[in-house]
């Protein structure tokens, strides 16, 4: 029995107990771009999907989306929207940030910089919303001199397929069961009664 026990107990410091990787599905759409110098927007329509996986224990930009693809009024992958986008995942903190967000952004200038006559964009919007919500979204475009906004970008969650376990996962489950089938193969042994 102290083996089991100092098993399970070896396999539980294995795996970190605080960890939880997140993998959502995004559906992004955006139209009605406007800058404050009133130059015509280069772009009338957008639409991208995307698949963020993170740690939501941790704050900060993460790395590159697991997928991204956009549609440029019409074309594929265009314009301000083809950059390497990274993201970022930042908890809820205090009164100006009272949910959790996701950011998404070109590389090109590093997240949320937009410099200006640059292909470059970012966008945020709530990480813990269930159904379409609001997403703040800007880009520049080469040649324009201020950021463009979006007046009404939506993201809408997208249902994500589940994963393959990894395999330590697997490990653990082998291990588990080979536990739970020896414990129980033991009990069985000591019910054994002659008369």
């Given at each position: 029995m102290r083996v089991v026990l100092a098993t399970i107990l070896a396999l539980m410091g294995v795996a970190p107990a605080n960890a939880v990787i997140v993998t959502r599905a995004y559906s992004l759409t955006a139209s009605n771009f406007q800058n404050f110098n009133g130059t015509p927007s280069p772009i009338t329509a957008l639409s991208a999907a995307f698949q963020l996986t993170y740690d939501d224990s941790m704050s900060g930009f993460v790395g590159a989306p697991t997928s991204f693809s956009s549609?440029?009024?019409?074309?594929?992958?265009?314009?301000?929207?083809?950059?390497?986008?990274?993201?970022?995942?930042?908890?809820?903190a205090g009164p100006m940030a009272t949910f959790p967000r996701l950011g998404v952004?070109?590389?090109?200038?590093?997240?949320?910089?937009?410099?200006?006559?640059?292909?470059?964009?970012?966008f945020t919007f709530d990480a813990s919303a269930a159904g379409p919500t609001r997403a703040m979204l800007s880009f520049t475009a080469a040649g324009n001199a201020t950021p463009f906004i979006a007046t009404d970008a939506i993201v809408t969650p997208v249902a994500v397929v589940a994963a393959v376990p990894e395999p330590a996962t697997w490990a653990m489950f082998i291990v588990g069961f080979g536990l739970l089938g020896g414990v129980m193969r033991r009990r069985q042994r000591g019910n054994v009664r002659f008369a």
């Open positions: 549609i440029t009024n019409g074309v594929p992958n265009a314009g301000p929207f083809a950059a390497a986008p990274i993201f970022g995942y930042f908890p809820a952004g070109g590389a090109l200038n590093g997240g949320n910089t937009l410099l200006n006559r640059t292909d470059d964009f970012y």
